[in-house]
């Protein structure tokens, strides 16, 4: 287990991800040689299973696996990390209440209430618990208009490392025109709360929002560069030479 975006976040530096949908380990070990700060596994959205994850996030070391996983649900937060993820994001938090929640899913006592077990955890128990402890990154998404009414709250929860913005859901939230100004505003929770803050960005616009001080950023995604890569290499080979 790597806790190397937490160290960067704590350290006030800028993690550049790279986000993986389409549930192939043997994609995420290239993407891994890439050297990422972190990855994230999309359990939400994405494709993977259990046997499939567990080889994605052994394929991309030495870069954090993180898990977007796909409800704030103690037993899917826990098999995220029995897995062998460094840290979780958890989606749809609305809530103070609800961020405590995912802390104290992913957490072991006396800091939280996860359990103990999982293959690559038992290997050796004890290390990995006070490795856990210190380097576990718990990262929290508003992406609804509730969680943005709550930003404030959710963002000074104790043991939340990462406020990690959903552009998409929020837009539908809260309508494409105030998309802009719902995202300062959570970014102005973070900033008071001293908690960093991330958002979601297609691969183009990863470099902008690094520069607007958002400490957690995606590179790119497997889907888009799959579709874009796909498309571009059709288009030149149909292009006929003059």
């Known amino acids: 287990m790597s806790g190397g975006a937490l160290a960067m976040l704590r350290a006030g530096k800028t993690v550049r991800a ?81 961020a405590a929640a995912a802390v104290q899913a992913a957490r072991f006592p006396p800091h939280g209430a996860r359990s103990g077990g999982g293959y690559r955890p038992l290997r050796a128990f004890g290390d990995y ?3 856990a402890h210190a380097s576990t990154l718990v990262g929290v998404m508003i992406e609804t208009r509730a969680g943005l009414d709550q930003a404030a709250a959710i963002a000074a929860t104790p043991g939340i490392d990462l406020v990690f913005i959903g552009p998409g859901d929020l837009a539908l939230a809260v309508g494409a025109d105030a998309l802009d ?32 001080d958002f400490a957690f950023v995606i590179a790119a995604d497997d889907i888009s560069l799959a579709r874009s890569g796909f498309a571009d290499a059709l288009a030149h080979a149909r292009h006929e030479p003059s």
């Not at 994850?53 to 898990?67: D, E, N, Y």
């Not at 958002?199 to 990863?206: H, L, N, S, Y």
């Open 129 to 131: 618990v006070r490795a």
């Open 181 to 212: 100004s719902a995202i300062a505003s959570v970014r102005a929770a973070c900033r008071e709360a001293r908690v960093p803050c991330g958002i979601f960005t297609p691969g183009a616009q990863a470099a902008a929002r690094a520069a607007q």
């Open 18 to 98: 790279l986000w993986l949908a389409l549930g192939s380990a043997a994609l995420a070990e290239i993407a891994g040689e890439a050297a990422p700060d972190a990855v994230v596994f999309d359990g939400q959205h994405g494709l993977w299973t259990p046997v499939t994850l567990a080889a994605g996030i052994a394929a991309v070391a030495p870069s954090t696996p993180l898990v977007r996983v796909a409800a704030n649900l103690p037993h899917l937060i826990g098999e995220a990390l029995d897995a062998g993820a460094g840290g979780v994001i958890v989606p749809l938090v609305e809530s103070a209440a609800q």
